[in-house]
C-alpha cells in the first residue's frame, strides 16, 4: 500500500510540476519535484522498487520536457543506482542530509542537462547558466522539506 501511496504521490507532483508550479517560478526556475520524489523512493524503498517509482518519475518528466526523451529516465535511473550504493556506507537518518544529497543531485543533474544542449547549439553565457542551475538546485532542496512532511501526513516515513 505503500508503494501504491508513493507512486500517486510522483504522479501528484508531477502534475503540479508541469501545471501549477508555473505560478511559482524565481528568477524563471522553478524546483523540480520529480528529481526529488526519484531520490525520496531511493531512500525510502528496496532497489527494486525505488528503480521502478525512478523510471516512473523520469518517464513522466520526459513526456512534459523539451529536451532529449529518454534522459531523465536514464539520469533519474542512475541518481537511484548511486544513492543506493551511497546509502550502504553513509547514513541518511536526518533531514539535512536529505536535503543536502537532494541539492547535490539536483546541481549535478542540472549541469548534465546543461551540457547535453552544447552540440544542439543551445548554449547561453556560462555566468548565466551557473546562476540558474545553482538558483535551481537550491529551490529544489529549499522546497524538499515540504514534500517530506507530504508524505509524512500519507503516512510514508524514511526508515531509522
Request: aromatic fraction near 14%; charged fraction near 15%; hydrophobic fraction near 60%.
Amino acid at each position: 500500500m505503500k508503494k501504491l501511496y508513493f507512486f500517486l504521490a510522483t504522479l501528484s507532483l508531477g502534475v503540479l510540476q508541469v501545471s501549477l508550479l508555473d505560478y511559482f517560478k524565481i528568477f524563471n526556475v522553478k524546483p523540480d519535484l520529480l528529481l526529488i520524489s526519484a531520490v525520496i523512493a531511493s531512500l525510502i524503498f528496496k532497489f527494486p522498487w525505488a528503480i521502478l517509482l525512478s523510471i516512473f518519475a523520469g518517464l513522466f518528466k520526459d513526456a512534459f520536457s523539451i529536451g532529449a526523451f529518454g534522459i531523465n529516465t536514464l539520469l533519474f535511473s542512475l541518481w537511484c543506482f548511486l544513492i543506493a550504493r551511497l546509502t550502504r556506507k553513509l547514513s541518511l537518518e536526518d533531514d539535512l542530509m536529505r536535503i543536502a544529497l537532494i541539492f547535490l543531485i539536483a546541481l549535478i543533474h542540472h549541469i548534465i542537462m546543461g551540457l547535453l544542449f552544447l552540440p544542439l547549439g543551445k548554449s547561453i553565457a556560462l555566468g548565466i547558466f551557473m546562476r540558474i542551475i545553482i538558483i535551481e538546485s537550491i529551490y529544489t532542496a529549499a522546497v524538499s522539506p515540504l514534500i517530506f512532511k507530504m508524505l509524512k501526513l500519507i503516512h510514508i516515513e524514511f526508515e531509522s
